[in-house]
């Protein structure tokens, strides 16, 4: 079992940046892959960013793709996402997300966060 808390969300203006961090409790977090996905409102759950187990291996939905970065601390058991270069569309609420085999399918992830809301006004 994983439990994951994310934090760091937010309102920011258009171009601005926040980071996103989730914190995972339970056995064996670095054994699994971990993912960002975002919901925005009347529209199904999209892949943001994903990374490897062992932090080498990163991917990114092409809309986020060189504003985003993702990253890891496995003896912290965290996982990050950096934003920048926010837009308006990037309003949705993120979620973390863990599974052993996870790449960019949110049925390929076995464990999720509650969310957390980032708002990215014009």
């Known amino acids: 079992q994983v439990q994951l808390v994310e934090s760091g969300g937010g309102s920011v203006q258009a171009g601005g940046s926040l980071r996103l961090s989730c914190a995972a409790s339970?056995?064996?977090?670095?054994?699994?892959?971990m993912g960002w996905f975002r919901q925005a409102p009347g529209k199904e759950r999209e892949f943001v960013a994903r990374?490897?187990?062992?932090?080498?291996?990163?991917d990114y939905a092409d809309s986020v793709k060189g504003r985003f970065t993702i990253s890891r601390d496995n003896a912290k058991n965290t996982v990050n996402l950096q934003m920048n270069s926010l837009k308006p569309d990037d309003t949705a609420v993120y979620y973390c997300?863990?599974?052993?085999?996870?790449?960019?399918?949110?049925?390929?992830?076995?464990?999720w966060g509650q969310g957390a809301q980032v708002t990215v006004s014009s």
């Open positions: 339970g056995r064996n977090f670095g054994a699994y892959a």
């Open positions: 997300a863990a599974g052993v085999a996870g790449r960019r399918r949110s049925d390929e992830y076995d464990y």
């Open positions: 990374i490897s187990w062992s932090g080498g291996n990163m």
